[in-house]
């Protein structure tokens, strides 16, 4: 009979959750001895009809309080701080990572490589090398969670959330959506596979894929208008957008923001909420003729450009 | 003295535990409303900080001369209501009626200012939805969400209240109220000022913010 | 008039004597009699759930069954059983008894609370009856306001109807136990459960407020199709999770409060001494409340909320846990040089520490952000809570009831099968949640009708449980039921206990008090014990 008590360890979070984890588990041992044997000993010592001492001590009640109040206070800030920092590793990614993208829609995951290969409920990566997924909802709020990870993200429409890793271990791993959204929620799953490097680059290629994402994004670019105005046009004066990504842009209120994927998915969405410093509101939304797989397509190809420099202005 | 009893609730000990629970009973149910309302002016906050120009946008075109008009009715209403509440500790019936009933005209009045003005609204496209003035920004919308929930949520407590009042005015007509006796009045007075206070903070939030920026 | 055979009950036998009656202690029970059917569907809801997930298939019900049911148990559960049940029922009978008082400030508003938990109550109930509610109790949006097809504008009326019953409780509590404690009652010398109903009563009235605005907005988005938590318009779903969860933190503290007060008045009774470290089991009751209402956003750590704001609810979630931690240390130590006796209220006030203790210690899993980030949204939440509202607060409830019921009915419960009844639930409870803490770090998700086989053991095991479990609870409703007709009947006083309720008969009179008591002691004065656990000088 199997009795698995806990996932296969197959990143580097993994081992660090693991390690807090048997630590809580250990200290909660603890604690219940701590509480239950003295309990029941005083149950069957001083059970009623039992000869006993039961004369009543005159006992230092205030210093007993506080002992007891401040050494689990002082524990559990000690856990609170371990956990906090492995978290905040946990959530702020490496500089260097594969980037991949990850939409949920009710109720199915569609995955987007660099490269162009598409998959639907199943991730290809390799191991030991940092993955971070920006991950994109079309309808509900979704979770991306991969017990043999130890790590999830809610996946949140209306914004890109990121969720990164170092698999450790090559093998077939489950995911799932945790957090319910509707009818076939329970369905809303699939496998992660981590390769060897080799295998990987095979797997890839092996998917004959014609336009990496960042070129489908260009196809879109010059599809959906966006040509138009940002390259070089004589009648409507639209910012640059070579050499953009991860710059500080100026806004019409005179503060400044950085042009990440958040600013870039906004400026296509919600055009009119920052404007650009020296130009006009003039920029039409994209909401509702723009899919998330199309979204991300378009900001991958402006952070192929993000390296070049823009071009004079006139 | 059986007369006097009678004003006693038979659960408390005398008229001054009654009065203390009464007091005590309509602040904790204000503090309620203000965490009822908080939530609203909590989500407010959260959304004029994301759409800075888009909520500036929206406050241009709310009416400040219906507001305003509004804002002197509602503060005039929280003073006859005051008045009330002091003929009612001084026992004078005929008073107490003509200041509560000067209320419900005055908050009556306000219902009515609101009605033409949430019907100017209508006519202008100022309620979020396919008919949205598209001049405005799109997120002038939320900014219009706010304001047609904040007041009507204001109105219907202004409603609610019109009834406490007459409520009030008929039991002081039948004397029910004397300097023994008067916390029905005072904690109905504390109800009305409350909903006075809370349009205090409605009227800059949805009227003066920008305007003339 | 002063017919010994008179109390509560006898006086009057007509329906519109209880329809329309202002005795708190009648209130009590038309409340009683009313969770008990909410219960009963919440229940057989849960009993379909684990029925369903004995095999790894959704072969039983339908998707969209199977999220109707565990929606309708979650808000069923919640806001119709445990949150009104201590208070409303043994709140309601007993904080008047125990300060002395004829009843509670405002007994009509006490009625009124009662219809509004009715009408709210029919709301959600035809609800129901029409298809149900697929959202979660939790109603995140957009899925509720843009996406879901189903009765969610019934259910959130019929929430917020009843919420705002809680709040008049929640505001009658406190004027009462404010202004009508009896002479010589200071605030050090009440009862523990009175501190804990204070505490309780000052959530309910100010977090139960946020919940209403939420599901109004919630609904006006949801009808008027515009709204403030839709992105398309640029708004932001996570502010309703922040709406939510705002209240609904508090809200778990308003269900557990109630049961923490209730087992700190068994435990002194059944061990025939004065609680240890009275002043600080108080305050801790109220940290508990002021606390609770800070830490909300331990259940958006993976929400994409800032990691920032993670960190201080994860530090703040920490010391919430301290007050409770205290609690169990005191209560262990009233034990020490005690006289202990093991009747059923006892067993499940033991009982509950137990089940208590652990749920508790698994929240500190989940307020350690690293382990939540796995365990969040997973199996190990459900067993979490579940030890803490059924181990816990349902438990309580049950000793809470075995030890008042003499003194509301007037009659005894039959001890024995009341003994076992008490170690049937124990043992049916850890069998059915226990496995689930082991699936949810296994990676189970929650709200799933469907699972991978590799999870199938332990479900088993939990449905197993599930089958104890209820008998735990079915013999308690029979014995009770036959209680009422062929039980002993009891004494002013059968457990000796202190405290101002013990001194009206069994049951008490309708206006409880002839004369207002005055009081000179502390609470839980038991005279000294002799070496084999007597009171020699009583």
């Known amino acids: ?314 | ?213 | 008039m002063n017919d010994p055979e008179q109390n509560y009950l006898s006086a009057g036998w007509t329906v519109r004597s209880w329809l329309l009656t202002t005795d708190h202690k009648r209130i009590g029970i038309l409340y009683l009699l009313s969770i008990l059917v909410f219960f009963a569907i919440a229940a057989a809801a849960a009993a379909m759930m684990r029925l369903e997930l004995l095999t790894p298939q959704g072969d039983l019900v339908l998707s969209e069954t199977y999220n109707k049911l565990f929606t309708m148990h979650g808000v069923l559960m919640v806001w119709f059983f445990l949150i009104p049940s201590i208070p409303t029922v043994l709140g309601n009978f007993i904080i008047p008894l125990m300060i002395g008082a004829r009843d509670v400030a405002f007994p009509k508003l006490n009625l009124l609370s009662w219809y509004l938990f009715i009408i709210g109550g029919c709301f959600a109930l035809h609800a129901i009856v029409l298809g149900g509610v697929d959202t979660g109790w939790t109603f995140y949006t957009p899925y509720s306001t843009a996406y879901s097809n189903s009765h969610v504008l019934e259910m959130a009326a019929g929430i917020f109807i009843a919420g705002f019953g809680s709040i008049l409780t929640g505001l009658n509590f406190i004027i009462t136990i404010q202004k009508m404690r009896a002479p010589g009652l200071t605030w050090f010398r009440l009862p523990l459960f009175i501190w804990s109903m204070y505490s309780t009563s000052i959530i309910l009235v100010l977090a139960t407020p946020v919940l209403a605005i939420t599901l109004l907005l919630m609904s006006i988005e949801r009808i008027w199709g515009v709204g403030i938590f839709n992105p398309k318009l640029g708004g932001d779903p996570i502010l309703f999770q922040h709406l939510f969860w705002f209240y609904s933190h508090p809200a778990v503290y308003i269900m557990i409060l109630p049961g923490l007060g209730v087992v700190s008045e068994i435990i002194p009774c059944f061990s025939r001494k004065k609680i240890f470290g009275y002043k600080f089991v108080a305050f801790s009751s109220v940290a508990i409340a002021v606390l609770g209402f800070l830490v909300w956003g331990h259940h958006m750590f993976v929400s994409s909320q800032s990691i920032y704001a993670g960190m201080a609810f994860s530090i703040l979630s920490f010391l919430v846990a301290i007050p409770s931690a205290i609690k169990v240390f005191n209560w262990t130590a009233t034990l020490y040089r005690g006289s202990i006796s093991f009747n059923a209220p006892m067993l499940y006030a033991l009982s509950f520490i137990g089940l208590f203790v652990i749920g508790g210690l698994t929240g500190l899993f989940l307020a350690t952000l690293a382990v939540d980030v796995h365990l969040h949204g997973t199996y190990f939440v459900v067993a979490h809570f579940h030890y803490i509202m059924v181990g816990g607060m349902v438990t309580a409830f049950m000793g809470g009831l075995h030890f008042w019921w003499p003194k509301i009915t007037g009659r005894l419960y039959p001890e024995k099968l009341a003994q076992l009844a008490a170690i049937i639930l124990f043992i049916g409870f850890n069998l059915t949640f226990f496995p689930q803490f082991i699936l949810g770090y296994l990676g189970m998700p929650r709200r799933v009708h469907e699972y991978a086989p590799e999870f199938q053991l332990y479900n088993v095991l939990s449905t197993a449980g599930a089958s104890i479990l209820a008998i735990g609870y079915l013999l308690p409703l029979i014995y009770f039921l036959w209680s009422l007709f062929y039980g002993k009947k009891s004494s002013a006083n059968p457990w000796r206990a202190t405290g101002l309720e013990w001194k009206t008969s069994s049951p008490p009179p309708k206006h409880n008090f002839a004369e207002t008591p005055v009081v000179t002691e502390d609470a839980y004065e038991y005279p000294p014990l002799n070496e084999i656990g007597e009171h020699p000088d009583a």
């Open chain 2, 1 to 213: 003295m059986l007369e006097r009893h009678s004003i006693v609730a038979e659960q408390f000990e005398d008229a001054e535990q009654q009065s203390a629970a009464a007091h005590l009973g309509m602040w904790t149910f204000i503090a309620t409303e203000v965490l009822f309302f908080g939530g609203l002016f909590l989500a407010y906050t959260v959304y004029r900080h994301f759409y800075f120009d888009a909520f500036a946008a929206g406050s241009k075109h709310t009416d400040a001369v219906y507001g305003t008009i509004n804002s002197v009715i509602l503060l005039t209403s929280s003073f006859t209501m005051a008045l009330a509440v002091q003929f009612a500790k001084i026992g004078r019936a005929k008073l107490i009626v003509r200041f509560l009933l000067l209320t419900v005209f005055l908050g009556a009045m306000f219902l009515a200012v609101k009605g033409f003005e949430y019907h100017e609204d209508i006519v202008k496209h100022l309620v979020p939805g396919p008919n949205f003035d598209p001049s405005l920004p799109l997120q002038s919308q939320i900014f219009f969400w706010f304001y047609w929930i904040m007041t009507g949520l204001h109105a219907v407590h202004i409603l609610i209240g019109l009834g406490v009042l007459s409520a009030m005015a008929f039991l002081a007509r039948r004397e029910k109220f004397s300097a023994q006796y008067h916390s029905p009045v005072e904690i109905t007075g504390l109800y009305w000022h409350f909903v006075d206070i809370v349009w205090l903070f409605l009227y800059p939030l949805l009227y003066l913010v920008q305007r003339h920026a």
């Open chain 1, 1 to 314: 009979m199997n009795f698995p008590l806990f996932p296969q360890e197959a990143s580097t979070a993994a081992a660090q959750t693991d390690h807090i984890y048997f630590a809580l588990l250990g200290l909660s041992a603890f604690i219940l001895a701590l509480v239950f044997l003295p309990m029941i000993f005083f149950l069957f010592k001083y059970r009623s009809g039992k000869i006993a001492n039961r004369a009543q001590l005159n006992l230092p009640t205030n210093k007993i309080e506080v002992t007891w109040t401040v050494i689990p206070t002082l524990i559990a800030l000690g856990i609170f701080a371990w956990g906090a920092k492995v978290y905040f590793d946990e959530e702020v990614p490496p500089a260097n990572t594969l980037e991949i993208n990850v939409v949920g829609k009710q109720w199915m995951w569609k995955i987007q490589h660099q490269e162009g290969n598409h998959e639907i409920n199943e991730l290809h990566i390799p191991v030991n090398r940092a993955v971070k997924l920006t991950l994109a909802s079309e309808d509900v709020i979704h979770s991306f969670y991969i017990p043999a990870f130890r790590i999830k993200q809610d996946v949140v429409p209306g914004r890109f959330t990121t969720e990164w890793f170092q698999p450790t271990r090559v093998g077939t791993y489950r995911f799932y959506c945790s957090e319910y959204c509707g009818t076939d929620h329970s369905k809303m799953q699939g496998i992660v596979f981590v390769m060897k490097p080799q295998d990987y680059e095979n797997w890839l290629a092996r998917g004959n894929v014609r336009n990496t994402l960042a070129q489908s994004g260009e196809n879109l670019f010059r599809r959906l208008g966006c040509s138009g105005c940002h390259v070089n046009s004589n009648v409507i004066h639209a910012p640059p957008l070579e050499g953009l990504y991860e710059k500080l842009v100026p806004l019409s209120d005179k503060t400044f923001v950085r042009a990440d994927d958040k600013y870039l998915r906004d400026s296509i969405l919600l055009p009119t909420s920052q404007v650009v410093a020296g130009y006009q509101p003039l920029m039409p939304t994209y909401e509702g003729r723009i899919s998330e797989d199309e979204l991300l397509q378009l900001i991958a190809y402006l952070k192929s450009i993000g390296k070049e420099t823009p071009p004079k202005k006139p």
